[in-house]
């Protein structure tokens, strides 16, 4: 079949004609010959729409696709429930395809979802100002990172092991060329080791960043590092995951100057790990540091309710390189989608998903270390993801098992933290059902299964 | 507008005023101009050591966001609490209203800023 392409050559022509050339290379003349790809690209040859649908759908039935394989992974990214009102709004043209809305007389909707999304956070945080999103968790982290060091004019940052660690890798990133140390302080029976963060929480220091519940799943005490960042007049950053913030303290009360985090959780699919949005929230005396854009509310010369990006003196296309940040985006679509997922669940709606992703995650817990196969690696408190170690088998083994019985087993720890060996780090949302957790267990601890 | 004896001014709009061993700093009648309505000031820290020439706080207004820089070399001993309540002191009354002062080192840089008649021809030039 061929494939319906609107140019013929007869326009080729015409438009050639116009710029006075007689063949298509013309418009290449100012590539020097010695730079020039002279022979054909040695790739297959391209095929039909017909063959090429055919050929994506048996690429894609090599997933092994969460919607297919029961998933018990988590580690940044999580399986949660999505409402289908979620994808119908976001695939609404009016918000799928609207450019950044730099004009506000046409941009009211676009700019009154930001503004909603900016007090969801606020109000899931204990947050005064959010902005309008960023790209994901680990640029949030580091962008709070950043604002901390030009507030405080200092030039390290404390980082606890619990924090995510890629988040760890793109934080270094970032403050690899502006000069700024990172300094990772270890985990102590799943926690971070406070004693030793405290050591290095002194003068040079401008930020303190804790991951609450942290990478392996325990919750830590935020509070306590807020406070010893205060005592250095460091600013305490505080990444979460908001789907436990409906029952969990928020960073706003805990004493968290800036609360940042990935907002998957919220109304977005795995989507193999991306596009994500980051959120980003501060107290109201840190607004002219926060990165990124922000919708506010304002009353128009008639005194009707609209919706503006305010603060843009910050940004890139006024200040230049003196911007506060180079972010001059956000993830307007994932955010909308967290709006929208926040407003279906509402207050009660969340806080039975995290209540069900607590009960579930401990029974799972519990079920686990009753088969004897596996045994506790922290005492901390954990939400719903949580780390067991393995006796007798190595966790690529139990997780290929898994995956032979259609279940998406845990992380091994081990390739991340060299003190973990053989640790399995497993995610229970609210979605896992009884007979699924039970399967899990069943085919994990070597029970009847596929081999 | 009424200017104090003795003030100086920088090239970047900014005036300085000695006044018992102190050096005030803020920005001039031009440079409020320039800038429009402000909505904020940020103020520098107390004992933080500034040079000649390095910026000490951020002018930000409707438009723009600008630097302000220190004329004199030194540490900042006091700064202006009223700018963060009220930034539009700045417009209003940009010769009353100084952002820092600051414990100079070395009061004769002083001499290398231009007087109330200097300065004026500088701004009449328009550079």
Not at chain 2, 10 to 36: F, P, S
Request: glycine share 8%; with cysteine; charged share 25%.
């Amino acid at each position: 079949m061929s494939r319906y392409i609107p140019g013929t050559d007869e326009d080729r022509k015409q438009m050639l004609d116009a710029l006075g050339l007689t063949e298509i290379d013309g418009l290449f003349s100012e590539i020097p010959e010695e730079l020039k790809f002279k022979r054909r690209l040695d790739i297959p040859e391209a095929l039909s729409e017909l063959e090429l649908i055919s050929h994506m759908k048996q690429l894609a039935g090599m997933n092994a696709d969460a919607g297919e394989y029961i998933c018990f992974l988590g580690a940044g990214v999580y399986d949660h429930f999505i409402p289908s009102v979620v994808k119908h709004i976001v695939s609404r043209s009016e918000f799928y395809t609207s450019y950044t809305p730099y004009q506000p007389e046409i941009s009211q909707g676009t700019l009154q979802a930001i503004f909603e999304y900016q007090t969801m956070i606020c109000r899931l945080t204990g947050m005064d100002v959010s902005n309008a999103s960023m790209y994901d968790g680990a640029t949030a982290v580091a962008e709070a990172a950043l604002m901390a060091i030009r507030s405080t004019g200092r030039d390290k940052v404390v980082v606890s092991e619990g924090l995510h660690p890629e988040y760890r890798e793109v934080l270094k990133t970032y403050s690899r060329f502006n000069g700024i140390e990172v300094k990772e302080i270890a985990l102590h029976g799943g926690v971070t080791d406070m004693d030793r963060l405290e050591e290095e929480v002194n003068e040079s220091c401008g930020a303190v960043i804790l991951q609450s519940p942290n990478f392996i799943g325990a919750i830590e005490d935020l509070g306590s590092a807020s406070e010893k960042a205060k005592k250095a007049d460091a600013l305490s950053i505080a990444c979460v995951d908001p789907i436990s913030l409906a029952i969990l303290k928020p960073p706003g009360e805990c004493g968290a100057d800036i609360a940042v985090g990935d907002g998957q959780a919220l109304g977005n699919s795995l989507s193999f790990g991306g596009p994500h949005l980051g959120f980003m929230a501060v107290k109201k005396e840190m607004v002219r540091k926060l990165p990124g854009r922000i919708a506010g509310q304002t009353t128009d010369s008639e005194g009707r309710t609209g919706y503006v990006l305010t603060l843009q003196a910050r940004e890139q296309h006024i200040r230049r390189e003196k911007a506060v940040s180079n972010i001059c985006s956000n993830q307007a679509l994932n955010a909308l989608a967290a709006a929208v997922y926040l407003t279906v669940m509402g207050k009660e709606g969340l806080k039975q998903v995290a209540e069900l992703c607590l009960q579930k995650s401990h029974y799972a817990y519990e079920k686990l270390l009753a088969t004897g196969k596996f045994v506790k690696v922290y005492d901390a408190p954990f939400f719903k993801e949580f780390a067991v170690k393995a006796v007798d088998e190595k966790i690529p083994d139990i997780n290929r098992r898994l995956y032979k019985n259609g279940i998406t087993g845990g992380l091994d720890l081990g390739t991340r933290y060299a003190e973990m060996k053989n640790n399995w780090l497993v995610a229970i949302t609210e979605k896992r059902t009884r007979a699924e957790i039970d399967r899990f267990v069943e085919i994990a601890s070597g029970g009847v299964c596929h081999e | 507008m009424k200017t104090y004896q003795g003030m100086k001014y920088t090239k970047e709009h900014e005036w300085v005023r000695e006044d018992n061993g102190l050096m005030y700093i803020g920005i001039t009648n031009y440079a409020q101009l320039e800038l429009g309505d402000i909505v904020f000031v940020e103020l520098p820290k107390k004992g933080k050591h500034y040079n000649a020439g390095e910026p000490i706080s951020v002018v930000e207004s409707v438009k723009t966001a600008s630097d302000v820089y220190s004329p004199v070399t030194g540490t900042v001993v006091e700064v202006n609490d009223a700018l963060t309540d009220a930034p539009e002191l700045l417009n209003t009354e940009p010769y009353e209203n100084w952002i820092a002062a600051l414990q100079p080192e070395n009061p004769s840089e002083l001499d290398q800023l231009m007087d109330e008649e200097q300065y004026a021809q500088f701004c009449a030039r328009g550079e």
